[in-house]
């Protein structure tokens, strides 16, 4: 099993930065990816940003530019920095950990509000 939880999340104002940490527990044992997803009211859950077993990230179009994603496998985390942050960000930010096909690890999520 694997645990995951997430903390950073705030009400921010439009303009400002936020960074979002994932610690894991747990038998963590050759991760295919690690990544961030956020969920908004009324709106399915899609990827932020993501890292490969290449440690090569992805992120979504809407993000891209503004948000950086990285890991430290020692402390086993993973953050999420985000800058520049916009309305459209509001939402629950949840970590996600991959280990194989149909095997995927979920935190309890973070919330992040952005508004003036």
């Known amino acids: 099993q694997v645990q995951l939880v997430e903390s950073g999340g705030a009400l921010v104002q439009p303009g400002g930065s936020l960074r979002l940490s994932c610690v894991a527990s747990?038998?963590?044992?050759?991760?295919?990816?690690v990544g961030w997803y956020r969920q908004a009211p009324g709106k399915q859950r899609e990827l932020v940003a993501s890292l490969n077993i290449h440690n090569k990230p992805t992120y979504a179009d809407a993000v891209q530019g503004r948000f950086t994603i990285s890991r430290d496998t020692a402390k086993k985390t993973v953050n999420l920095q985000m800058n520049s942050l916009k309305p459209e960000d509001t939402a629950v930010y949840l970590c996600n950990v991959r280990l194989g096909v149909n095997d995927d690890y979920w935190g309890q999520g973070t919330q992040v509000t952005v508004s003036s």
């Open positions: 747990g038998n963590i044992i050759n991760i295919a990816q």
